[in-house]
């Protein structure tokens, strides 16, 4: 009903930076908000940031002042600016949103994009 495309993960150097991209179509009345999760080997998923359709953000401790949300409602469309980034940041990178479907019943939904490798190296 929902699909999340993400781009832009990759391979970096310590100190470097990457945007990551996340396109959501499908039957949406709405989008309340969106936010991006990793999850490191040997770890749980955990939230690096997040959005409303307001422009309300949040952020992990561990990336404040490094990284950025942003997203464009017309598009449907939330990134991450990543900058600074380090080894620590290395993971699987995950877009979330939640909102409502297009119907009589305005049913909530919750989706997952497929996820996007970020590597760091020292």
């Known amino acids: 009903q929902v699909q999340l495309v993400e781009s832009g993960g990759g391979s970096v150097q310590a100190g470097g930076s990457l945007r990551l991209s996340c396109a959501a179509s499908?039957?949406?009345?709405?989008?309340?908000?969106m936010g991006w999760y990793r999850q490191a080997p040997g770890k749980q998923r955990e939230l690096v940031a997040g959005i409303t359709s307001g422009g309300s953000t949040n952020y992990a401790d561990s990336v404040e002042g490094r990284f950025t949300i942003s997203r464009d409602n017309a598009k449907n469309t939330v990134y991450l600016q990543m900058n600074s980034l380090k080894p620590e940041d290395t993971a699987v990178y995950y877009c979330?949103?939640?909102?409502?479907?297009?119907?009589?019943?305005?049913?909530?939904?919750?989706?997952w994009g497929q996820g996007t490798q970020v590597t760091v190296s020292s």
């Open positions: 499908g039957s949406i009345f709405s989008i309340n908000a």
């Open positions: 979330n949103a939640r909102g409502v479907l297009v119907g009589i019943s305005q049913a909530d939904f919750g989706a």
